[in-house]
């Protein structure tokens, strides 16, 4: 009896909304979370009505049923993302008790937390918790101004700082370039600077491109001040090797380090930042990472991600950075948010967009800040060598 109750939740939902004829909340509902056949039918049955006459059906379009709960229509919103996420939870500890393999599991599990954050959590503020929400983001924000002087985390780069208040919660940040122009380099060097600042951070790295230990060499070299070319062909002294080896202990426990190898998509990034709880996420290569559909073409898998990306920020209330790269043809000093490759959902999406500028001056780059969603479009200088290992911002005038 029970069950059935639970089955009739769809159609409960159905004909309460349509009684109301809120088309707000009607519009909440995913197809998902209908997991009867015929409760399924119906709902699908509404949507085509609301396509073709441009208005929701009257109630008694749905077949009556005897008892309807007086509640309104969020109430059947609530029961029915609580009851698919019960159905998710049980199939999830069938297969533990089951014969599924660890792979499987985890499998799911990394599904059910991305279905939890992009199509469960819809974000809806209401009056009871606006001021809660409120109150948590001021909190944040005076704790890292207490710990930086900044609103969100330090870039690195006094300038961008400055212009934006440095890597904000919720917000998708991108480094821009052509093809090894040094958009890996450059976020090493800025989450290097929060390993630097930070005693208490946890950083998030996910590199789609490269493996953990080129990372790592990298990371390493960066905070040892050693060549990486002297590295590769084995020219380096005695005292060069063992700054190396010393770069890394103390901050390793701070960095999580995890190569995508080319198969990594949204669902098991949602897993991995749920289990991590990350202070703030890199993802080196993010046009890389793959979407839950195999049908979609190139452009609107760069949208999905994207799209998905900011979903994860929003509701882990964490900065993800991101790299992206521009289109060939683009000229040097001239990159713009249209010349990002695949997809101008990037720039509409993302809260901060940095070009990496060649600008045929030895040893500097410039890095225009493209889009900005609450800052100043700028733009500034930095080092640029390998010898050195030294990224800093530089006075330069052009």
């Known amino acids: 009896m029970i069950w059935r109750a639970m089955m009739l ?6 004909i309460k909304i349509l009684e109301e004829n809120d088309l707000e909340t009607f519009s909440k509902l995913d197809q998902r979370w209908f997991l009867d056949r015929e409760e399924s039918r119906e709902y699908q049955r509404c949507v085509e ?4 006459y441009g ?40 297969a533990i008790n089951g014969e599924a393999d ?31 929400m409120m109150q948590a983001h001021v909190d944040k924000v005076r704790e890292n101004y207490l710990r930086s002087g900044l609103s969100g985390l330090p870039t690195g780069w006094p300038s961008l700082d400055e212009s934006t208040g440095g890597y904000q919660e919720g917000d998708i940040s ?5 093809a090894k122009t040094g958009k890996t380099m450059l976020m090493i060097y800025s989450l290097n600077h929060l390993l630097e600042h930070f ?26 001040q050693v060549n990486t070319q002297s590295l590769r062909i084995g020219d380096i002294s005695t005292l060069a090797e063992r700054r190396l080896v010393e770069a890394l202990p103390g901050v390793m426990d701070k960095l999580i380090i995890s190569e995508g190898k080319m198969d990594r998509d949204v669902a098991s990034l949602v ?11 890199f993802i080196d290569g993010a046009y890389l990472i793959r979407t839950q559909s195999n049908a979609l073409s190139s452009w609107e898998k760069v949208k999905e991600v994207i799209e998905t990306l900011k979903g994860i920020a929003v509701n882990f209330k964490v900065p993800i950075v991101c790299s992206y790269q521009l289109r060939r043809g683009v000229k040097k000093s001239e990159p713009d948010l249209e010349h990002l490759a695949l997809s101008d959902a990037i720039g509409q999406v993302a809260s901060m ?18 889009g900005v969603r609450e800052g100043v479009k700028d733009s500034f200088f930095i080092n640029w060598s390998w010898d050195r290992f030294d990224f800093t911002e530089k006075d330069f005038t052009q």
């Not at 939740?9 to 159905?14: I, N, V």
């Not at 009505?49 to 073709?52: D, E, N, P």
């Not at 660890?102 to 809806?124: A, E, R």
């Open 49 to 52: 009505y609301l396509q073709r």
């Open 199 to 224: 005693e208490d951070i946890k950083i998030l790295f996910l590199s789609m491109e490269m493996t953990t230990i080129q990372v790592l060499t990298r990371l390493a070299c960066l905070r040892a």
């Open 271 to 281: 897993g991995m930042i749920g289990t991590v709880q990350p202070d703030i996420v």
């Open 55 to 94: 208005r929701l059906p009257p109630a008694s379009f749905i077949e009556a049923l005897e008892d309807i709960r007086d509640h309104p229509p969020q109430f059947f919103i609530e029961a029915l993302t609580e009851r698919y996420k019960k159905y998710w939870l049980g199939n999830i500890a069938e």
């Open 174 to 178: 991108v480094f821009s370039g052509r």
């Open 9 to 14: 939740l769809g159609k409960e939902a159905l």
């Open 102 to 132: 660890l792979d499987q599991i985890n499998s799911m599990i990394s599904s059910y937390i991305f279905d939890k954050v992009h199509y469960i959590d819809d974000g809806t503020v209401t009056s009871e918790n606006a001021i809660t």
């Open 353 to 370: 967009v940095l070009g990496i500028v060649d600008i045929d001056v030895p040893d500097t780059r410039k890095i225009e800040i493209m």
